[in-house]
């Protein structure tokens, strides 16, 4: 089946609802996201981004005067108006998952998980550090498995476990599309990737 034809079938069978890639940071959802989203004519929304227009400061601004606390309220807050809008592939931030309130939200749609595993994970953000509020420490290490060990749990509530590597973004956002549709077909569908579902 062409790339085309996938993304067709999947747009098709989604009728206009909302796509959430979770995971943590680092694991691609923003730069796959919007070839998901061009793929299935859809919006492309970067939660955190939104976060920051509407602050007017940056994430880690806000976790310096706001708190983890209080940066999670506003995160909450801009999900709830995400999620009003329909035909989306919304790049969340690594730690919405953790507040179940959001879950309300994120279950009205379809919630991927991107998951590169540990050691890629920290290899990547060691390369591009920029702003983690989360992982100013002196052991960054410690501090992101620590992380993944207390979220874990809540990606796994994801429909789909996408496990990713060194694909370029493009190829992840093929694969999600691939994943969805054997997803949306059923299990019966022929050559169904394997993937951990809900």
């Known amino acids: 089946m062409s790339d085309s034809s996938t993304s067709s079938l999947v747009k098709e069978r989604l009728c206009g609802c909302n796509l959430y890639l979770v995971g943590m940071m680092g694991a ?34 806000i ?20 999620g009003q809008r329909h035909s989306l592939v919304v790049a969340t931030g690594g730690g919405l998952v953790t507040e179940p309130e959001n879950w309300g939200v994120l279950h009205q749609g379809i ?23 989360l992982l100013k420490h002196t052991n960054s290490r410690t501090a992101l498995y ?26 992840v956002a093929k694969q999600i599309l691939q994943d969805l549709l054997a997803m949306l077909n059923g299990p019966e569908a022929p050559n169904a990737p394997q993937t951990t579902a809900r």
Do not use: M
């Not at 996201?33 to 601004?61: M, N, Q, R, T």
């Not at 976790?63 to 995400?82: M, P, Q, Y």
């Open 111 to 133: 919630v991927i998980w991107l998951d590169p595993g540990r050691e890629r994970l920290f290899s990547r953000l060691e390369a591009d550090p920029g702003e983690r509020p």
């Open 63 to 82: 976790f310096e005067n706001e708190g983890e606390k209080g940066f999670r309220t506003i995160e909450k807050e801009v999900l709830k108006a995400i």
């Open 28 to 61: 691609g959802k923003t730069s796959s996201g919007p070839y998901v989203a061009e793929a299935l004519g859809y919006g492309f929304v970067d939660s955190d981004k939104v976060i920051e227009e509407v602050c007017h400061e940056s994430i880690s601004l």
């Open 146 to 171: 620590g992380l993944v060990d207390e979220r874990e749990k809540f990606y796994l509530e994801a429909d789909l476990h996408l496990k990713v590597a060194d694909e370029s973004p493009q190829q």
